[in-house]
C-alpha cells in the first residue's frame, strides 16, 4: 500500500529498518535539543504529515531502546492517527526516568504501525452472552 506524505522535515523519510519490521522509525524534528526533566513530558514535531486511506489508521509507539536505556516513552502508547487527520505527526515523549533526558535533532523518538481496523455498531443489549471467563478481569485468569 502506498501513503502519501509530506516531509517538511530535514531528514530522509521514515523507513522500515529490517525486512520484519513492522513500524518506521519516527524522527524528532527539532531547531534545538530538547531536554526531558524526570517525568516531563512535552509534545516533539517530526515534520511529517500523512494521507491514510480511510479503514486504516497510524499507531505510534515507543521505541524499545529508548525504554529499556533511558526510561523514555510515548506518553499515549499508541497514539492513533486517523485517516482524515491531515496535521503534522507529533509525538508526546515522557521521560520516566530519574535523570534527565536530551531529544536531538534527527533522532529516532518513536515508531509507527499502519493498521487496519473494522468500525462496529453497538446495539444495545440487557444481557450478554455467558463466558468461562465472565466478568473475570485484571489478573484474574492466573500468574
Not at 19 to 31: H, V
Not at 92 to 105: Q, Y
Request: charged fraction near 25%; glycine fraction near 10%; avoid cysteine.
Amino acid at each position: 500500500m502506498q501513503v502519501k506524505v509530506i516531509n517538511r522535515s530535514k531528514h530522509a523519510l521514515p523507513e522500515y529498518k529490517s525486512a520484519g519490521a513492522a513500524g518506521l522509525d519516527l524522527y524528532a524534528d527539532l531547531d534545538e535539543p530538547v531536554t526531558l526533566q524526570p517525568f516531563e513530558r512535552q509534545l516533539i514535531p517530526t515534520g511529517l504529515y500523512i494521507e491514510l486511506p480511510e479503514g486504516y489508521e497510524a499507531q505510534i509507539r515507543s521505541r524499545s531502546g529508548l525504554a529499556l536505556k533511558h526510561g523514555v516513552s510515548v506518553l499515549n502508547a499508541p497514539g492513533t492517527i486517523d485517516s482524515d487527520y491531515r496535521g503534522e505527526i507529533k509525538v508526546i515523549l515522557i521521560n520516566l526516568s530519574n535523570e534527565p533526558f536530551t531529544v536531538n535533532d534527527g533522532e529516532r523518538i518513536a515508531q509507527m504501525v499502519v493498521a487496519k481496523y473494522e468500525k462496529i455498531g453497538l446495539q444495545p443489549t440487557d444481557k450478554l452472552t455467558d463466558t468461562e471467563r465472565d466478568q473475570g478481569g485484571f489478573g484474574s485468569s492466573g500468574v
